[in-house]
């Protein structure tokens, strides 16, 4: 299994930044894709999560600002996130739990400053 992230950056606040995560050795349209990030000093925490059917949540923090989508036909996972804010600077990773073990991306950075 292994998962390509790319898309993060430096943006000023207010600004927008789309991620993706392009997936291998999983059936993608079965598996629930989420987004993570970790913000220096914390813990690992969930964005937003979208599973075979579409169905979305997301964390409170990102509600109405950011937007996780997929194509399976492209088998990537996307997090477009609007509105960005300071606080939201971390690195992010996607996610799957598949076949009872959890693979991540490698992760890219967001940095939210101006």
């Known amino acids: 299994v292994q998962l390509q992230a790319s898309g993060g950056g430096l943006v000023q606040p207010g600004g927008s930044l789309r991620l993706s995560c392009a997936a291998s050795?999983?059936?993608?349209?079965?598996?629930?894709m989420a987004w993570y990030r970790q913000a220096p000093g914390k813990q690992r925490d969930v964005v937003a999560t979208?599973?075979?059917?579409?169905?979305?949540n997301y964390t409170d923090s990102v509600k109405g600002r950011f937007t996780i989508s997929r194509d399976n036909s492209r088998r990537t996972v996307y997090l477009q996130m609007n509105s960005l804010k300071p606080e939201d600077t971390a690195v992010y990773y996607c996610?799957?739990?598949?076949?009872?073990?959890?693979?991540w991306g490698q992760g890219t950075q967001v940095t939210v400053s101006s």
């Open positions: 996610h799957v739990s598949w076949k009872t073990r959890d693979f």
């Open positions: 050795g999983i059936a993608f349209s079965i598996a629930t």
């Open positions: 979208i599973i075979s059917s579409g169905i979305t």
